[in-house]
């Protein structure tokens, strides 16, 4: 079964641009998380996905958003990027929603975002 | 904001050696996992332990949870070189909610 896909891999884009970043699940797996991942801050919950639905969101601004489509595949936008959104950006799929127990989130490889 | 702390923050051993990473969180949780991250690669899930759990195995690891002392540990017997990357705990709140909270990591680096 292929793994959590995350595109692309790597991007540079300057302060006050704007960039959309993908998320394909596992297959079969209906549940997407973001997450920021920086030196300073560590690994920092963004938003939660479930069949097109935020079921969760992060202390995050609003510039940072995302949205989950029929397929489960996820993007997530941010606006007006700055020097301080430069960040591994990991999304995770599970097979959710936890109404008995708990699943095993899988990550993606991750986005390198620099923002320069 | 974080949830987990990692104990320590890096840590370095021989080859055979084992290594242990503790883990405290501070509200109650539903579950704990560890994960792995080779450098700035994505995670790699570990081991999940339920809170009703308070030993489980994988292989070469060994996990507990205390959760009277809201913590658990992570131990990695007979280590290897390839063992060498950060070590993250995550707890998932209680609730239906998929959100993890991670800690900062414990760095393992382990020499041939």
């Known amino acids: 079964k292929a793994g959590v896909t995350q595109t692309p891999r790597y991007l540079i884009k300057t302060r006050g641009q704007q960039v959309t970043l993908s998320c394909s699940p596992i297959?079969?797996?209906?549940?997407v998380s973001w997450y920021q991942q920086t030196p300073g801050q560590g690994l920092q919950f963004l938003f939660e996905y479930f069949s097109e639905t935020q079921r969760n969101k992060g202390n995050f601004p609003g510039r940072f958003s995302g949205r989950q489509f029929s397929n489960s595949r996820s993007e997530m936008n941010v606006s007006t990027l700055e020097l301080g959104d430069s960040a591994l950006y990991l999304c995770a799929s599970s097979w959710g929603p936890k109404l008995a127990g708990s699943y095993e989130q899988y990550f993606g490889p991750g986005t390198r975002l620099t923002v320069t | 904001s974080q949830q987990g702390e990692e104990d320590p923050q890096a840590l370095s051993i021989q080859e055979g050696e084992n290594a242990t990473m503790n883990c405290s969180y501070k509200?109650?949780?539903?579950?704990l996992q560890w994960y792995r991250q080779n450098s700035g690669r994505g995670l790699v899930h570990l081991i999940l332990i339920r809170s009703n759990e308070r030993e489980k195995h994988s292989g070469r690891l060994r996990v507990t949870l205390d959760t009277s002392k809201k913590s658990s540990s992570l131990l990695i017997t007979a280590s290897r070189a390839a063992d060498t990357a950060s070590y993250f705990c995550a707890t998932e709140g209680e609730g239906g909610s998929e959100k993890l909270v991670f800690g900062k990591g414990t760095k393992l680096t382990v020499n041939p």
């Open positions: 297959s079969g797996h209906r549940s």
């Open positions: 509200t109650s949780i539903n579950n």
